[in-house]
């Protein structure tokens, strides 16, 4: 698939760390409870942490208390791409950044108490946080 940002494995490499790396380019996921962003509850924006695409705001975060930070809507509905992943002996929805490709979790249609109905479950290490101007 064609992505605006589109780099080589030794390009993602030397621009992340290797856990970004592992997550980001390689569908990996970080240990639950452990991001960074779980706690984060300042106003301001999500980005793609390999391309700083804007992905998700936190009026859309909520507290899901499953170990990672959870929204119930992407910023804009071409912001991520929704594919299916069956790994794990599982069929998933998989969640990409539009932008460049990137792993950022996956979304869930279980969160009856939001306005959507579903949990974007993303990983700390996929996004970076600009708090919105005081």
């Not at 452990?34 to 804007?54: I, K, P």
């Amino acid at each position: 698939m064609g992505y605006q940002i589109d780099k080589s494995d030794e390009q993602w490499r030397l621009e992340l760390e290797p856990q970004e790396f592992a997550v980001l380019r390689r569908a990996g996921t970080e240990r639950a409870w452990t991001g960074e962003l779980l706690d984060e509850h300042r106003a301001g924006v999500y980005r793609c942490r390999a391309c700083s695409a804007e992905l998700f705001r936190s009026d859309a975060k909520f507290d899901s208390h499953c170990g990672w930070p959870s929204f119930f809507t992407p910023l804009a509905g071409d912001a991520v791409i929704e594919r299916t992943d069956t790994s794990l002996g599982m069929t998933r929805t998989e969640v990409v950044c539009a932008r460049c490709g990137s792993h950022l979790g996956h979304v869930f249609d279980d969160a009856p108490s939001t306005p959507t109905g579903q949990r974007y479950c993303m990983n700390s290490v996929s996004l970076t946080f600009e708090p919105a101007e005081a």
